[in-house]
């Protein structure tokens, strides 16, 4: 985080000015006239004073007018009188049809609510004595609702609620995953009044500057709309297990406590990603309109996962990267001990420049090049180091469940 700058007035120093200081500055709207001298008693008046003009054709003009507008005025006061007395009240006039037209963006946002908010749903998640509470949305007729894994925890007793006012209607957790901040619960679909499942969007599509439309329950409040852009894209978080998760989507549609688990919409109303996290000004911060959600591609691949009961294996390199400084690629900061990639013979210094044939620019793309492949996978890494192109074969392991475990460290 950064220091916000303070305002000021430029060359000022401070938030004020003292107006005493600055009199030479200002003029009065009335301005000022130069003192007269005192009439001389003992001067002669003028030899020839002008005659007087004879001013009585403007005074019967004048005074015409007047008449003309006293009499217009009595009639439009008996007009007005005519049309309360008919209508009952002044305020009763009718206003202009329809009132203040909507523009185009206020018109999608409404479009998005009304054909998404339904499916939107409160999540209330119960572990031991702690109490969580979030959003979801339903993402498949048979009753699947998506979430945030950090909303659910390791809670077995979970509700979910589909109208403000409504009853909670019990949740089967069929499994989270921390790496990628993503839950997945199951009700009765007899439960779900028959809402529309959301559609996913391709995230890898979305672009800076499309709509944003956040629907969740922030703060505790029922059901609620907020709307901005998609500010960034490409970002990365940390999962609540340490990782990181890539290409996130950054919008400045505000976003607070509540909202984790529900979706980020584009104009047509489908899923982009799942809010859940917020960048704040410290501890106890609220939203400073820098928001997160995980994309939704990253949804579309873990969540058949884990609604088959499939336990997520990740590969994993065992290193911490830095960006480059001298060029193209990613420095190698760390290496665990014993991991695939020291197995493999890679070292600290080392600047890998592609992954399983894809080319690495920044230290996120190693993080991608391996998130399709599995555990066991053999891959190559082109680095170069103390000059020399080099090339390393990695076996890839399984990534730890918490990357504070003594064997983990970057992707």
């Known amino acids: 985080m950064t220091d916000e700058p303070q305002g000021q007035r430029p060359g000022s120093g ?13 003029h009065w709207l009335a301005p000022r006239t130069a003192a007269q001298p005192p009439p001389d008693v003992e001067s002669e008046p003028p030899a020839d004073d002008p005659p007087p003009r004879r001013l009585w054709p403007l005074m019967v003009l004048g005074a015409l007018l007047a008449c003309v507008l006293f009499a217009t005025g009595i009639l439009g006061a008996k007009l007005l009188l005519d049309d309360d007395a008919s209508s009952g009240s002044l305020a009763a006039l009718p206003a202009a049809p329809g009132g203040v037209a909507p523009d185009a963006r206020s018109r999608a946002v409404r479009e998005v609510y009304a054909s998404a908010s339904p499916s939107v749903v409160f999540v209330r998640s119960r572990e031991g004595a702690g109490v969580a509470s979030g959003t979801g949305f339903v993402v498949d007729a048979d009753g699947t609702i998506v979430t945030n894994a ?14 403000d006012n409504g009853p909670g209607v019990d949740a089967e957790v069929l499994g989270t995953d921390a790496s990628s901040d993503i839950a997945v619960l199951r009700v009765d679909p007899s439960d779900t009044g028959n809402v529309k499942p959301l559609p996913l969007a391709d995230s890898d599509s979305v672009q800076v500057g499309d709509l944003a439309v956040a629907i969740g329950y922030p703060l505790g409040l029922d059901r609620t709309a907020t709307v901005g852009i998609v500010s960034g ?5 940390r999962a609540p297990n340490g990782f990181s998760i890539d290409k996130v989507i950054q919008t400045d549609a505000p976003i607070n406590p509540g909202n984790s688990g529900g979706p980020l919409l584009d104009a047509a109303g489908r899923v982009i990603g799942i809010t859940s996290q917020i960048a704040t000004t410290g501890a106890g911060g609220g939203s400073v309109g820098i928001g997160f959600a995980v994309p939704s591609n990253t949804v579309r691949q873990v969540v058949p996962r884990l609604r088959s009961g499939t336990s997520i294996r990740r590969a994993y390199l065992g290193i911490s990267t830095r960006p480059s400084i001298v060029g193209q690629g990613a420095h190698v900061a760390d290496v665990v001990a014993g991991g695939p990639a020291g ?23 190693i993080s991608a090049a391996i998130a399709n492949r599995s ?24 990534r730890p469940e918490n990357a504070s475990a003594p064997s983990a460290a970057g992707p």
């Open 14 to 26: 401070r938030l004020w000015t003292d107006p005493r200081e600055e009199e030479e500055h200002t």
């Open 343 to 365: 197995q493999a013979g890679l070292r600290i210094g080392d600047r890998i420049t592609r992954v399983a044939g894809r080319e690495i620019r920044a230290p996120e793309d």
């Open 375 to 398: 555990p066991g996978d053999r891959i190559d890494i082109e680095l170069r180091r103390a000059g020399d192109d080099q090339t390393v074969r990695v076996t890839l392991g399984t």
């Open 150 to 163: 950090h909303v659910v925890g390791d809670a077995k007793d979970v509700q979910v609620r589909f109208e």
């Open 233 to 237: 894209v490409g970002r990365d978080i």
